[in-house]
């Protein structure tokens, strides 16, 4: 099991490494993670609680040698045979997010994502679509199609704090969060202005 943070019990001994030093850098400077990552064996029983960043739901995504697609913030964890690498978002990312690039996991096993608040699995039929909030994205099945574009006008995109949506066509799952991190940040800072 590959995981960021947590705590243990048992005889689990852990393994730090890179994953590959190309893998590693291309994680850490474009997909926002560590460039190191822990893997935890356990020898006969022990457990692994895993602790995410923000407070909320953790999901089990499982993968049978296919892939998905997921917000950097939200990787927890994933065991199996699993690759992690980055995932191209287009330059309207910027607009988005700020941000050109995505993480992707592929492989047989499972992984953990955390969302700010709950987590909500939406599953699409084929030609069937849905409009995301950037911000309440967690993640998707990479065969997916997706498109980020402007959502209303420009005056609500400068006045009404919307205007940038990730559109997603089925057939597959996309996994959503019920909170938004930069209406909590916004709320916050007025608690610290002096």
Request: hydrophobic share 45%; no cysteine; proline share 2%.
């Amino acid at each position: 099991m590959v995981f960021m943070s947590g705590d243990m019990s048992g005889d689990v001994a852990v393994k730090t490494h890179s994953g590959g030093v190309w893998k590693g850098l291309l994680r850490s400077l474009l997909g926002g993670e560590s460039f190191f990552l822990n893997t935890f064996i356990a020898k006969g029983k022990g457990e692994v609680w895993l602790a995410p960043r923000l407070p909320g739901d953790i999901s089990y995504i499982e993968l049978r040698g296919d892939g998905v697609i997921i917000q950097d913030m939200s990787y927890l964890a994933h065991h199996g045979d699993i690759e992690l690498s980055v995932a191209w978002r287009g330059f309207r990312g910027l607009l988005a997010e700020g941000e050109l690039f995505w993480l992707r996991a592929k492989g047989t096993g499972g992984i953990w994502v955390n969302s700010f608040g709950s987590t909500e699995e939406v599953k699409l039929g084929i030609g069937e679509k849905v409009i995301i909030d950037n911000f309440h994205f967690v993640a998707m099945d990479e065969s997916m199609k997706w498109r980020i574009r402007k959502f209303g006008g420009l005056k609500s995109l400068l006045f009404g704090g919307e205007g940038i949506v990730i559109e997603v066509e089925g057939p597959g799952r996309v996994y959503l969060q019920t909170r938004s991190l930069p209406y909590l940040i916004e709320v916050l800072r007025k608690f610290f202005r002096k």
